[in-house]
């Protein structure tokens, strides 16, 4: 349409505008897709959607109030659009764009380092996320870092401080799935639990104090990938049905996205099992 078709339209309300030359139909639901995707066309050809906007279009969760972040991979240009944040990187690896919900967004590896310079805290829950969605895996982290890893590049430092607690296997570092169980029992008011206690011979995630009741944290890759692994868990979970405890599986990527509802779940048993150790805590 013209400039003078457009004015029209934004003065008399058929076009609610967004950012310069950008507009929305009013009534449209107000979206984070929506505001990224704006803010992409405003800074112009090649933008993308990028570090703490792509962790949210990556499905991490985020802060409501995270500013929407573009990056352009041109240095040349200098592009202000009023209340986005435009990135302009040295580093321009990975910045191949991969659409989520038609927004044009970095890719995950790149999402996670660009996160590390803006946000060092919140790498490690997003990469424990994408992990546990199977987006990303370890080798693909540890990949990453090796084609990222330079003197003076931001984000680096708080991305190989997650890969270190990740370790190099396919579950949750010892120390994290610790932490994020207890933080879990704690808040929802729960038994206490001893992580990796031996149980009739077998080393088990977690084992209600006091009770007969064992937690299973599996983890981000199914057990079933190996059969070793998978006819191993099963003939242990059978002897420790037998020997009268009784076993409880939950995902890691449930305790990440559903922590209320393994909250639930755990409570649901210890009442049955153990309903002493829950009255004693109400």
């Given amino acids: 349409m013209s400039k003078s078709a457009w004015y029209r339209a934004v003065d008399s309300g058929l076009l609610e505008p967004l950012y310069p030359n950008i507009a929305r139909l009013p009534g449209a639901p107000a979206t984070l ?11 112009g050809v090649g933008a993308l959607a990028s570090h703490r906007t792509s962790a949210a279009l990556w499905g991490v969760v985020r802060p409501d109030d995270d500013p929407i972040e573009v990056l352009i991979g041109s240095r040349e240009r200098c592009v202000w659009v009023p209340d986005v944040v435009v990135h302009r990187p040295r580093d321009l690896v990975d910045l191949r764009p991969i659409d989520r919900g038609r927004v044009p967004t970095t890719m ?3 999402m996670l380092l660009d996160l590390g310079a803006v ?3 919140a790498v490690l829950p997003a990469a424990l996320d994408l992990l546990s969605r199977r987006v990303v895996s370890p080798a693909g982290l540890r990949s990453g870092l090796m084609r990222h890893a330079r003197r003076g590049r931001n984000g680096v430092t708080a991305f190989r401080s997650v890969l270190d607690q990740l370790g190099d296997d396919r579950s949750p570092a010892d120390t994290v799935l610790e932490t994020e169980m207890a933080a879990l029992l704690r808040k929802h008011r729960l038994p206490p639990a001893t992580f990796h206690p031996v149980v009739i ?9 006091e009770s007969i ?32 405890f009784i076993v409880v599986h939950f ?19 210890v009442q049955r099992w153990a309903p002493h150790l829950v009255a004693d805590r109400e």
Avoid: K, M
């Fill in 33 to 43: 897709h929506q505001r990224a995707l704006a803010a992409v066309w405003a800074v």
């Fill in 108 to 110: 995950p590896i790149r």
């Fill in 213 to 244: 009741i064992v937690l299973e944290c599996d983890g981000w890759e199914s057990h079933g990938l190996n059969r070793d692994q998978f006819e191993f868990d099963r003939i242990r979970e059978a002897e420790l049905t037998a020997a009268g």
């Fill in 119 to 121: 946000d060092p805290d």
């Fill in 251 to 269: 995902t890691w990527s449930r305790v990440l996205h559903a922590p209320h509802s393994v909250a639930q779940q755990i409570r649901a048993v």
């Fill in 201 to 209: 011979g077998y080393e088990v995630d977690f084992r209600i104090d």
